[in-house]
């Protein structure tokens, strides 16, 4: 099985900060990587996919990069809505998926 | 518009049964795969296994393997998560999702139900 492994698993960051969130993949899975951020009591909602192509109506301060085994999710400009946690998730193997443990973002 | 709705919260004794539901709209439910995620309380997300409506194909986690059944009815645009006798460590938030496929991107999960929380305590 792929192993994703993000860190920081907790960020603590202020309201204006640029922050990045890395997500290592345990082998290459090209550029098939999701990002997702998940709110308290909601379900997930999908930001990134293709490692680096932003979902319709996602705010382009978020963005992703990476190939391969590293990933990045950054955040421009924190914005109060954004104090969340964000999950990875590899879609290279042929339907057997993983998701990252995950990175809780809170407000410093 | 896509919507995937859920079936209500259960609370359920160790050894039950029980089936959950999600029901597609908005788009035609037999082309796109429906899968299903747990994430139980204070934990992360995990991915259980997935079917293509269309014909019913069906592959799950390793980790899920064995432990729940699912299946989809087509002609009501439904999707099922099963268990045939229910533990303790079912307890959690289950959601489905509609994976999109498409020839020039690798899959995503585009659309996420509400969530179905499950509860088993004796």
């Known amino acids: 099985d792929i192993q994703l492994t993000q860190s920081p698993s907790f960020l603590s960051a202020s309201v204006g900060d640029r922050v990045t969130i890395t997500c290592r993949a345990s082998?290459?899975?090209?550029?098939?990587l999701a990002w997702y951020q998940q709110k308290p009591g909601k379900a997930p909602k999908l930001l990134i996919y293709?490692?680096?192509t932003l979902q319709s109506g996602v705010p382009s301060r978020f963005s992703g990069s990476g190939s391969g085994t590293e990933f990045t999710l950054t955040i421009s400009s924190l914005q109060p809505e954004d104090f969340a946690t964000y999950y990875c998730?590899?879609?290279?193997?042929?339907?057997?998926?993983?998701f990252g443990q995950g990175t809780k973002l809170e407000i410093k | 518009e896509v919507q995937l709705v859920q079936s209500g919260a259960e609370v359920k004794k160790p050894g039950e049964s029980l089936k959950i539901s999600c029901k597609g709209s908005?788009?035609?439910?037999?082309?796109?795969?429906i899968g299903w995620v747990r994430q139980m309380p204070g934990k992360g997300l995990e991915w259980m296994g997935i079917?293509?409506?269309?014909?019913?194909?069906?592959r799950y986690s390793p980790s899920f393997q064995g432990q729940v059944t699912i299946s989809a009815d087509k002609s009501i645009s439904t999707a099922y998560l099963q268990w045939s006798s229910l533990k303790a460590s079912d307890t959690a938030m289950y959601y489905c999702?509609?994976?999109?496929?498409?020839?020039?991107?690798?899959?995503?999960?585009?659309?996420w139900g509400q969530g179905t929380l499950v509860t088993v305590s004796s």
């Open positions: 999702v509609r994976q999109y496929s498409s020839s020039w991107y690798p899959p995503f999960f585009d659309y």
């Open positions: 908005g788009y035609s439910f037999t082309s796109y795969w």
């Open positions: 079917i293509y409506p269309g014909d019913s194909d069906t």
């Open positions: 082998q290459g899975i090209s550029s098939y």
């Open positions: 293709a490692a680096s």
């Open positions: 998730q590899q879609l290279n193997s042929y339907l057997s998926y993983t």
